[in-house]
């Protein structure tokens, strides 16, 4: 191959690692999006352990699984991170296959730590990846598409799991688990073959220090800042998820059906991220966030309303409310994560990306302590949910501007490293 030729073929790899790289986590999404609903129909209907105790070993799984995060973002810093995304779909996939095998508590116990550990493992590294491939600039496009084929996948998964929920058939989930464990298959092994990061440079005395590393993460306080602002934008997603068909059912019984139908309408708005992206292009990323926090407060004061209107008029209202979350997670969701990236230092940016996800690690563990709240009035959830999204809204241009300012300008400007 000449001098002239070898630009024009790295372009091409370039291209068909972004295009394999999409293929391999809209894989990846598609059995997640299949197999999560029946979880705990499974572990009732086919394993037969109680429905009380089935909640409680999935619980302390999921809480197991939060020891991994640490871990995989220093193996990010050290070996990159196509390989910890690559044992992230082995976890699962090995987790899933424990579940086919479960006879009892115990083997449920494991299962479900295997799975979320491998499920932290994947959110704590596959940002470095999309990234690393992602073209040189700005990379809110890139992981704006992701987005749309992920979403989009996991739409499609839930779909037929909604189905299937309807069938309870042990031989049918017992597929449907097996159909999830050969997606992680898959999508490893796309990863595997046809994903080729940009080569990076060998790893720094702090990426090389574990404990050097994490004093990194703990000593940036603007970027700790950035984690907390985030958690307080991403509560009303995840309150919208497990509180309100709780609320319409307390409120309105009949009405559920509102809920279900608003999720299905949120997840098909995320084929709108690109053309926000686009439209806002001229934004600071931080702007961005703000506004979209400003509609998410908005949401939960519209949702309060419903406590006083008549009981016929509660689920068409909040399902038209839901106008506002979409608009608010559109615009924050469409730049928070490329602003992580972007305000990552390079020595540390795997474990500064690893301790970003705790910040939607713990909106979604808040989310049913905001429905338990409900005990205490119907409007108690909606007035922390909007509380917190207008913190949110103030706080993140006052943390933007203690961030590094390529990463919060406008579409996120190349770091001047990069321009040298």
Known sequence: MSDEDAPASAARRAVRSRRALLVALGVDNLGSGLVLPLVVLYVTTVVGVPLGTAGLLLTTGTVAGLLAPPLAGGLVDRVGPKAVVVVSQALQAAGVVVYLLADGAASVLVAAALVAAGTQTFYSSVFALIADVAPAGPKDRTFA??????????????????????????????????????????????????????????????????????????????????????????????????????????????????????????????????????????????????????????????????????????????????VLLAGGSLLFGSRVNALAEAAAPAASRGRHLAAFQCAFTAAALAAPLLVSAMAVGLWLPWLLVGAAALAGAAAVPLVGRRLPQHAVGPGGSVPPAAQE
Do not use: K, N, Q
């Open 145 to 322: 598409a992701v987005e749309v084929v992920r979403s989009t996948a996991f739409g499609a998964g839930a779909l037929v799991a909604a189905v299937l929920v309807s069938v309870v058939d042990p031989a049918v989930l017992r597929a449907a688990l097996a159909v999830d464990a050969a997606s992680f298959a898959v999508c490893a092994v796309l990863l595997v073959v046809l994903v080729h990061p940009a080569r990076r440079t060998a790893p720094s005395p702090v990426a090389a220090d574990p404990g050097r590393g994490s004093r990194a993460v703990l000593r940036d306080r603007p970027y700790l800042a950035l984690i907390a602002v985030t958690a307080l934008l991403a509560l009303p997603s995840d309150f919208l998820l497990v509180g309100v068909a709780v609320y319409l059912r307390e409120l309105a019984p009949g009405s559920e059906w509102a809920a279900g139908a608003g999720i299905t309408a949120l997840t098909a708005t995320s084929l709108l991220t690109l053309t926000v992206v686009r439209l806002t292009s001229h934004w600071r990323r931080t702007t961005s966030m703000a506004l979209g926090g400003c509609c998410l407060a908005a949401w939960a004061a519209a949702s309060a309303v419903a406590i006083w209107l008549p009981t016929s008029w509660v689920g068409p209202w909040v399902l038209a409310s839901l």
